[in-house]
């Protein structure tokens, strides 16, 4: 697994605190009051991909061209369809086969604070509920991520981790992303005055 203190590799800018890089360690994430081992032991290698996702996550500076405003008062955010690479979809899918789960969706289809495993749930392997890599990566947190058909070093797409030594690919994919910010954001509930000063963010930080 990754090591204590892993977090979006390479990014003097993260975000995340020791202690959050902690908590996403747990197999019991004191992050979302929630178990990976709701359906028995998972896999290790299972089990590093959702590390990884969750630093990926919480600790990232890249994702802002996709935070969205949530609630009624508006005042929530979420992540909502960043586009992770093809092969990290399919990889996470692989790891993941022989490991069991009882939902396709994590965040929206129970109550883990109340039921650890809901009520009349059945626990199958992944790929009953997930049948393609596409559908691991775009149902699990509900839309969180998006499963992009673009590859790796395309500059299309992000990778939820990376070796630090070969510099950090999604900076520009969120350049590239921010910049089409004023107009891709319309409607989404994000004001333009938001999506701009993602856009000068960017800019500033990065260029």
């Known amino acids: ?17 020791a202690s959050t890089s902690w908590h996403a360690h747990l197999d019991v994430s004191l992050l ?19 590390i990884q996702a969750v630093c ?4 990232s500076p890249n994702l802002g061209p996709w935070i969205q405003k949530v609630g009624s008062s508006g005042q929530g955010e979420r992540i909502r369809d960043a586009p992770l690479c093809r092969e990290d ?22 109550d883990w604070s109340r039921e650890p495993l809901p ?9 009953r509920y997930f ?24 500059g299309r797409c992000l990778q939820k981790w990376f070796e630090p030594a070969r510099g950090n690919p999604n900076e520009a994919v969120a350049r590239l992303f921010a910049a089409r910010a004023p107009h891709a954001m319309h409607g989404s509930g994000i004001s333009e005055a938001r999506a701009l000063t993602w856009v000068y963010h960017f800019l500033y930080d990065f260029w």
Not at 4 to 11: E, N, W
Not at 32 to 48: A, K, Q
Not at 89 to 110: K, N, P, V
Not at 119 to 127: I, N
């Open 1 to 17: 697994l990754l090591p204590l203190g892993s977090r979006d590799p390479g990014t003097p800018k993260a975000c995340c605190t």
């Open 32 to 50: 979302y009051n929630f178990s990976l081992l709701h359906c028995g032991l998972m896999m290790p290698g299972c089990e590093e991909h959702f």
């Open 56 to 59: 990926f996550y919480e600790c």
């Open 89 to 110: 979809c399919e990889q996470w899918w692989e790891d993941c086969r022989t490991s069991y789960t009882c939902r396709s969706d994590w965040l929206g289809s129970w």
């Open 119 to 127: 009520a009349g749930a059945a626990c199958r392997p992944f790929p």
């Open 131 to 154: 049948p393609t890599p596409a559908a691991l990566c775009q149902r699990i947190w509900s839309g969180s991520f998006q499963a992009s058909p673009a590859r790796r070093g395309s």
